[in-house]
């Protein structure tokens, strides 16, 4: 069994900033991408950005500039900076994971439980 903990979210006002971070644990065997992605209410889940990893990153066009992605493979670990935060990120943000488990032999995709970032204007 594996799973993702999520931490940092919170209630900030718009042009603050908020860390979020992400910790695998279990019986893994290798971390591939990892990624946060995020639901507002009434609207579908969207990726935030992802991280390979080898360290390769990827941004959804409205975060550009304002969040930094950054893992830690050691640690199994990924974290989002979030800078200049505005009311339209407020939303549930949730952590995913590719994880080879155990032998390395099962794979497996692996969601936090979604941490709150609500941004007041």
């Not at 919170?10 to 992400?22: D, I």
């Not at 992605?37 to 609207?43: D, E, S, V």
């Not at 066009?61 to 670990?77: E, L, P, Q």
């Not at 200049?84 to 497996?108: F, Q």
């Amino acid at each position: 069994q594996v799973q993702l903990v999520e931490s940092g979210g919170g209630l900030v006002q718009a042009g603050g900033s908020l860390r979020l971070s992400c910790a695998a644990s279990g019986s893994i065997f290798q971390v591939t991408t990892m990624g946060w992605y995020r639901q507002a209410p009434g609207k579908q889940r969207e990726l935030v950005a992802s991280i390979t990893s080898g360290g390769t990153t990827n941004y959804r066009d409205s975060v550009k500039g304002r969040f930094t992605i950054s893992r830690d493979n050691a640690k199994n670990t990924v974290w989002l900076r979030m800078n200049s935060l505005k009311p339209e990120d407020t939303a549930v943000y949730s952590c995913n994971a590719g994880i080879w488990v155990g032998a390395g032999n099962r794979y497996t995709d692996t969601w936090g439980q979604g941490t709150q970032v609500t941004v007041s204007s």
